[in-house]
């Protein structure tokens, strides 16, 4: 008896026991019974199969395919409190620890590989190489850098493809808090800042951020910061680069100009801020608008978002830790609490 021969309910199984997705494609596109057979693969074991390979298909490992289900993990961790500790725990172990749960609670299509890749090269690229030429190397590459040559020349050790996933993953985590504060007559499970604060704390570690800051928590000596893993990966300054590249003009001019394709700019500051932040806290799919002709499929929503902002009439709450440092915000404020959580660099 051959392989084909066998019944289909022997052929959805073998999925179980491949090495990883390329394998599973491999089989898949041998012939059209293996591939019906697959079709109906658990989505969890296809992202299994895609982790065993993420060094190689999904690079930068892991935070591709953070990015790529951490909003499943996300949405899992609001239904209630104990798994919102779970998620939080998470946060500790690190980017590695956030990967581990995201493998285990997650699932990804083929379907979600095929966009995926499509978006890298759409997309993640095009932002990547942006970030890069705003904070990274092409950036310091520019003619009389320190004399003239850029507008806010600054000593910043920047990794531009992983600062991209970063400010994806908090998107991808915290898009739905900020819709849970868009939207306060629905009464909408959120995340609360502190819970925001521990996402940038341990899985963006920095070195000025362990050495704490007025008013600020020094983080625990866990993941990151544990003293036998700070013997051996020296903290980068990931903060420090994540506060440049989401402060530099170049960046915050070109979401100004997705901002006024919907609409003017709020008198009121907070409803400004607010403005400012929800555009940015989308996502992975949410950097779309920053492509040319990017903003016409999020129309719609933009708008939608924008109205909900002006009907909004009380202020959300802010949190305060120093005269120097910015406000805590209670929705999701991303630049803030980079800012929040490594203004420590500057002397008090």
């Known amino acids: ?17 491949l090495r990883n997705i390329e394998d599973f494609m491999s089989a898949s596109s041998s012939c059209r019974t293996l591939r019906n057979a ?28 953070i990015a790529a289900t951490v909003r499943q993990v996300s949405d899992w961790a609001l239904e209630s409190q104990e798994n919102t500790e779970i998620l939080r725990k998470a946060f500790m172990g690190g980017i590695e620890g956030l990967y581990d749960l995201c493998i285990e609670k997650a699932g990804l299509t083929m379907e979600d590989v095929r966009r995926l890749h499509a978006m890298r090269f759409t997309v993640l690229n095009p932002m990547s190489d942006f970030i890069d030429k705003i904070a990274g190397k092409q950036w310091y590459s520019t003619p009389n850098f320190w004399d003239g040559g850029v507008s806010d020349a600054n000593t910043v050790a920047c990794e531009a493809e992983r600062a991209l996933f970063q400010i994806i993953i908090y998107g991808e985590l915290f898009s739905s808090t900020m819709r849970a504060h868009l939207q306060p007559e629905l009464n909408l499970p959120r995340f609360d800042f502190h819970f ?7 899985c963006i570690p920095d070195w000025i951020c362990e050495m704490g800051a007025p008013g600020i928590d020094r983080p625990l000596p866990v993941g990151p910061y544990a003293p036998e893993e700070m013997k051996v990966n020296h903290l980068p300054a990931d903060q420090i680069a994540l506060n440049h590249v989401l ?8 979401w100004e100009r997705v901002r006024r394709q919907i609409g003017e700019d709020f008198q009121l500051e907070w409803k400004q801020d607010m403005w400012h932040s929800a555009v940015q806290c989308q996502g992975l799919e949410g950097l779309e608008m920053l492509r040319p002709g990017g903003v016409e499929k999020w129309r719609d929503r933009l708008t939608e978002i924008r109205n909900r902002i002006e009907k909004l009439e009380k202020m959300p709450e802010v949190y305060d830790f120093h005269p120097r440092s910015q406000q805590g915000t209670e929705y999701p404020f991303m630049a803030n609490e980079v800012y929040i959580l490594m203004c420590g660099l500057w002397p008090w």
Do not use: K
């Open 196 to 202: 925001r604060l521990d996402y940038i704390r341990y």
């Open 38 to 65: 697959f079709q109906g693969t658990d989505p969890h074991q296809i992202l299994r199969l895609a982790g065993a390979a993420s060094r190689i298909f999904f690079h930068p490992d892991p935070y591709f395919l």
């Open 1 to 17: 008896m051959g392989l084909l021969d066998l019944p289909v309910e022997i052929l959805i199984l073998i999925p179980n026991h």
């Open 247 to 254: 402060n530099c003009r170049r960046w915050r001019e070109s």
